[in-house]
Nanobody, 123 residues
């Protein structure tokens, strides 16, 4: 089972930047796709960015041009660089291993979610 720990959140003004990190336990990290999700109060959890085991990336429209997802398999760590942050980016951010479906990436079923890291962007 993979254990995920997110960090790097905080309070930042609009236009600022944050870099989130996700450290995964276990030996399977390099062999799985990973993603960053976020959940704002009263809203459903949404996939913000994904990265395949080969490094192919995809972004939600809201993140394109501002966020960059990356991974360091040697460190079992994934990152999300967030620039030009907006108040609507305020949410708890989670990392998760992914599974492929006919409609795109979805959270993997067998591992638990981490505790997440809070990102708050003030206007």
């Amino acid at each position: 089972q993979v254990h995920l720990v997110e960090s790097g959140g905080g309070l930042v003004q609009a236009g600022g930047s944050l870099r989130l990190s996700c450290v995964a336990s276990g030996s399977t990290f390099s062999r799985v796709a990973m993603g960053w999700f976020r959940q704002a109060p009263g809203k459903q959890r949404e996939l913000v960015a994904s990265i395949s085991r080969y490094g192919d990336t995809n972004y939600a429209d809201s993140a394109k041009g501002r966020f960059t997802i990356s991974r360091d398999n040697a460190k079992n760590t994934m990152y999300l660089q967030m620039n030009n942050l907006k108040p609507e980016d305020t949410a708890v951010y989670f990392c998760k291993d992914l599974r492929a479906t006919t409609t795109g990436w979805a959270p993997a079923l067998f591992n638990s979610w981490g505790q997440g890291t809070q990102v708050t962007v003030s206007s």
